[in-house]
């Protein structure tokens, strides 16, 4: 299997995202129409028995999500656009090809949990998105395709942990962007304290097709337990850098050499990072694994985001990871003790291997302090800023030993 | 009523209990560094892990509600790892003091790093680098020493309603500043020193009491303070029988009207008990010159005069001012002393301390 199976991008290009007409013109908003008349409860059950799971890495299943939010007088609808790991743009694609979707499964979402007010919270580096969400927003309402059902646009300001769910409802509010406490979750007590459903750019825009070709349709496509497409996005040293939409049984060794193209330059495969920064680097031997959720969870890994940063021979592990380390010290809210000082010392310790001074002891301490970052911080950002540091440890431990110090 | 398991011990708690209160009502110590009941939960010391069977991670306790049929243990060889490890990340940051340090004896750092044996930081990086300089008569600022609990940040915010502090910055670079990171004169500060009294460490000391006691080794008298009408209750810090600075009582049951929360002249404005220039007997000013009396001479003095006064140009040609500082008691007799004795309503207060 080398092919694409588009979906949520099925009409990339051929329809002006920004244009409600465009879309429905293509079979846009008839999923809505169809939420619309729907009992609440039948409509949750179906997006659940889709199979349906969040796109944003945390892979929970959405229709679930939704049957927790209990009844109240307001409710909101949260779109999670902050897209803050590097290599990942796949949100982008979806706001720039298809964002009439994204809208109308936002609205899908609103009647199943019976609210009337949308926010998408956008990355502050994609001012041009935020345009064009505007302006497709204006087209849905004037349409009439929406109905009563209104979308705001909030903009980030370029902080990697507001992609936190808890983290990017403080920042809505104009709080710090830092992470809160859970429970309660955002589906009970979310934006402004009221039931928040926080789901992805993708998994909204998944909804429509669910609505219009059935959950069962959906539940047959990809893997069985974490079924549909997903649109991955290929960057590093293969020769066809680009995104793609792929069901999720694709297998990852596929993704690089059939779809990517495979190693540039003629040099020999070493790595790949799946799920963005934070996720795992896979080493040769696990290429034959399928992109699901559970089969990259199988091997270590986590398919997160869908990014897939491919890394020849040539390149230098530890220094790469080192870089890594240097990203997560920066980005740290400081909130919680394990992260705050863990990846500043995750990054003092990953500077001393890389440039030759450490000891054995010091891999031994950062592996110590991964272990406790994994365990105790309050957030998945401290809990997975030490993923690649272990993973390259386990799977290139002579890399690491190569730059020790030989007689310290 | 939730059922769940705690060190091998089954107990019960109602529901909406947090895992911190249930393992505490099970006999576990379990140590926290931002955790304050009076402020709202923060959860971010990760001080109070504890390992509930069956989950992933470890669980805050102090900001997971108990769930039925949970099975936990407080002190875990993960427990205790994790523990040891934030500590020593607290550590590697921590300027280490202790001998001259106003917190010595009432650090939680200092305790806990004893209790889990911890004697040095593995982390043997970059060291502290935050101090600040901050030229208020009141309150010592050393964030070489804060471990980021934020709890004079709540405190500051929930209780003082100042606002006057927040946390600067982001990841291991974030402090505790004031807007634009100034000094504490120029922002919303009242120095009430509520901040200090909530500090588990010596990052937020008196100024006022520096270097004449450490609070941890001085005897707790505790007293009303004198300043106004309100009825706090003081600790005052004693040592050879003076008084060397104020701490405070959080026990509702010993300091009912303030639960520990004091004003600046409460907590610093301590000195004038000693001070030489303090009255300690009545004065009479005759000829210019003011000379020591009796008090039942001040006061035959004081009423023939206002009797004279009364006599010669009628009541209303005497006000009485009356004060703050004096209590509700107090006031009513100073007006009823004007009104029922003297005649006049001219009875007024100061409206300020």
Redesign the interface.
């Known amino acids: 299997m080398a092919e694409e199976m588009r979906l949520l991008l099925e009409h990339a290009d051929k329809i002006d995202p920004r244009i409600a007409e465009d879309y429905i013109k293509v079979g846009g908003y008839k999923g809505l129409e169809k939420a619309r008349q729907m009992d609440r409860k039948n409509l949750i059950q179906e997006v659940k028995s889709s199979g349906l799971r969040g796109r944003g890495g945390a892979g929970f299943n959405a229709g679930m999500k939704w049957s927790f939010v209990p009844p109240a007088e307001v409710k909101y609808v949260v779109c999670n656009l902050d897209e803050g790991e590097p290599g990942t743009y796949k949100d982008r694609i979806i706001c720039e090809k298809n964002a009439q979707a994204l809208l109308e499964g936002m609205a899908i979402c609103g009647t199943a949990i019976e609210s009337k007010q949308g926010y998408i919270y956008c990355r502050g580096e994609y001012p041009f998105v935020v345009e064009l969400l505007n302006k497709a927003i204006q087209s849905a309402k004037a349409s009439g395709a929406l109905g009563d059902f209104d979308i705001e646009v909030r903009m980030g300001a370029g ?1 990697y942990v507001c992609g936190e769910e808890t983290a990017l409802i403080e920042s809505i509010e104009g709080h ?1 962007g830092e992470p809160r ?1 859970k ?1 309660p979750f955002p589906g009970v007590a979310g934006l402004w304290g009221v039931p928040t459903v926080v789901n992805n750019v993708e998994t909204f825009a998944a909804l429509p097709y669910i609505m219009t070709k059935g959950a069962e349709w959906y539940a047959s496509i990809g893997a069985p337990k974490y079924p549909g497409t997903k649109v991955l996005t290929l960057t590093g040293d293969v020769n066809n850098p680009t995104y793609f939409e792929v069901p999720t049984n694709y297998n990852l060794r596929d993704v690089i050499y059939k779809l990517g193209g495979g190693i540039k330059n003629g040099k020999k495969f070493k790595a790949v990072q799946v799920g963005g920064t934070s996720g795992a680097f896979i080493p040769e031997q696990n290429l034959d694994t399928s992109i699901d959720f559970d089969s990259m969870g199988a091997i270590g890994a986590a398919l997160g985001s869908g990014a897939v940063l491919v890394l020849d021979e040539t390149r230098d592990i530890v220094d790469i990871v080192t870089r890594i380390s240097k990203f997560f ?10 992260c ?6 995750c990054r ?2 990953m500077e ?1 291997i890389n440039s030759g001074r450490a000891t054995e002891a010091d891999l031994n ?1 950062i592996l ?2 991964a ?2 970052m ?5 957030c998945g950002l401290g ?1 997975a800023a030490p993923v690649p540091i272990t993973s390259t440890i386990q799977h290139f431990g002579h890399e690491y030993r190569r730059k020790l110090l030989q007689y310290a | 009523m939730i059922n769940l398991t705690i060190d091998g011990k089954e107990i019960q708690v109602p529901k909406g209990t947090m895992l911190l209160d249930a393992c505490r009502q099970a006999g576990a110590d379990i140590p926290t560094l931002c955790y304050d009941p009076d402020l709202r ?7 109070c ?1 504890v390992e509930a069977k069956g989950r992933p ?2 669980v ?1 306790s102090c ?3 108990a769930e039925n049929n949970m099975v936990i243990e407080t002190e875990s060889p ?1 427990v205790v ?2 523990r040891t ?2 500590l020593e ?2 550590a ?2 921590h300027k280490f003091e202790c001998p001259t340090c106003e917190s010595d004896g009432s650090c939680k750092l200092q305790d806990y790093m004893y209790r889990y044996g911890v004697k040095e930081s ?2 043997d ?2 060291g502290p680098h935050f101090h600040t300089e901050d030229p208020n008569p009141f309150i010592i600022r050393d964030y070489d020493k804060c ?2 609990c934020t709890r004079c940040v709540r405190v500051c915010d929930e209780i003082t309603g100042a606002q006057a502090i ?2 600067e ?6 402090k505790i500043a004031t807007p634009f990171d100034g000094k504490l004169a120029d922002s919303t500060c009242v120095f009430c020193g509520q901040c200090v009294m909530v500090c588990p460490v010596g990052a937020l000391t008196s100024r006022v009491a520096a270097g004449k006691g450490k609070p941890a080794q001085n005897e707790k008298v505790l007293t009303t303070c004198t300043y106004c009408g309100t009825g706090c209750t003081l600790e005052l810090n004693v040592k050879d029988d003076k008084i060397v600075g104020v701490t405070s009582n959080r026990d509702a049951e010993w300091s009912p009207v303030n639960k520990g929360a004091l004003c600046v002249k409460g907590r610093f404005g301590w000195d004038f008990v000693t001070s030489p220039e303090r009255l300690t007997t009545p004065l009479i000013r005759e000829n210019g010159e003011l000379r020591p009396a009796s008090w039942d001479e001040a006061l035959d003095f004081a009423a023939n005069k206002i009797k004279a006064i009364k006599e010669q140009n009628g009541p209303d040609s005497l006000a009485m001012f009356s004060s703050a500082r004096a209590t509700n008691e107090e006031n009513y007799l100073a007006q009823k002393l004007m009104r029922a004795a003297i005649g006049s309503n001219n009875v007024d207060h100061c409206a300020r301390l």
């Open positions: 902080a710090r406490f429970p010290e920066h980005e740290s809210c400081g909130k919680c003790n394990p705050r000082e863990g990846t500043f010392r003092e310790i001393k301490n110590l302090l272990k406790v994994k365990r105790a911080a309050l809990q | 939960l923060a959860g971010s010391c990760r001080m892990v991670t470890l805050a900001v997971m509600p993960d790892e994790a490890v934030v990340l607290l590697a940051r593995r982390f990086g970059e471990i980021m927040n946390i910055d982001r990841g291991h670079h974030a």
